[in-house]
């Protein structure tokens, strides 16, 4: 599977954005797929995971209010949209797949392929 995170950009405050993520690959539709974010001078955090099938979605605490994941698997794509965007969301924003598709993982350890990474800045 290869992944291609878009959508980043410069948005103020409140504003909105939808980040995009392209699969190519077979095991795309039998994935579970995530969202991670790095921000500036910390660790990478899961935000959000959505799995094949049901389409069932996981979270981080901190994502739980103004992200949603979902998925399009006609497109071969993995949307995170995020709404009410604050500074604190600055970061590089990464896709990941996780090919064997059995139970979410919150940690990067348990996805086997990454996006390149997708730039989010938010002014105040």
């Known amino acids: 599977v290869q992944l291609q995170a878009s959508g980043g950009g410069l948005v103020q405050a409140g504003g909105s954005l939808t980040l995009s993520c392209a699969a190519s690959g077979r095991s795309f539709s039998t994935s579970i797929l995530g969202w991670f974010r790095r921000a500036p001078g910390k660790e990478r955090e899961f935000v959000a995971a959505?799995?094949?099938?049901?389409?069932?979605?996981n979270y981080a605490d901190s994502a739980k209010d103004r992200f949603t994941i979902y998925r399009d698997n006609a497109q071969n794509t993995v949307y995170l949209q995020i709404d009410n965007l604050k500074p604190e969301d600055t970061a590089v924003y990464y896709c990941a797949a996780d090919t064997y598709g059995i139970r979410v993982h919150t940690s990067p350890r348990g996805y086997d392929y990454w996006g390149q990474g997708t730039q989010v800045t938010v002014s105040s």
């Open positions: 959505i799995k094949p099938g049901d389409h069932s979605t």
